[in-house]
Nanobody, 124 residues
Framework: QVQLVESGGGLVQNGGSLRLSCAAS????????MGWFRQAPGNEREFVAA????????FYADSVKGRFTVSRDNAKNTVLLQMNSLKPEDAAVYYC?????????????????WGQGTQVTVSS
């Protein structure tokens, strides 16, 4: 089992920044990659970014490339999502997820564990 807890969400103005954090616990040694997804009201959950847990490689949705950065701190079992130049369309509940095997990281159904989510609101 892997437990995930997100934090760092909140209200920010258009063009502002937020940093989300995902603390992982449990069998983190088994994790292959960590991903961030988001879901806005009325929309399906969508891929945002992912990072390989014990190697090189990070991946981004086209909508956030150049604005968001995913990073990890393996010593602290934490994954961060730095979000800059936020737009109203970035507003959503952001979820952290963990996958235990090499899979297509942009697919929600490939992830094994999920956090409870953290709300990001962007005022226009």
């Amino acid at each position: 089992q892997v437990q995930l807890v997100e934090s760092g969400g909140g209200l920010v103005q258009n063009g502002g920044s937020l940093r989300l954090s995902c603390a992982a616990s449990g069998r983190t040694a088994d994790v292959y990659a960590m991903g961030w997804f988001r879901q806005a009201p009325g929309n399906e959950r969508e891929f945002v970014a992912a990072i390989i847990w014990n190697g090189d490689g990070s991946f981004y949705a086209d909508s956030v490339k150049g604005r968001f950065t995913v990073s990890r701190d393996n010593a602290k079992n934490t994954v961060l999502l730095q979000m800059n130049s936020l737009k109203p369309e970035d507003a959503a509940v952001y979820y952290c997820a963990a996958v235990l095997r090499a899979r297509i990281l942009t697919r929600e159904r490939n992830y094994d564990y999920w956090g409870q989510g953290t709300q990001v609101t962007v005022s226009s």
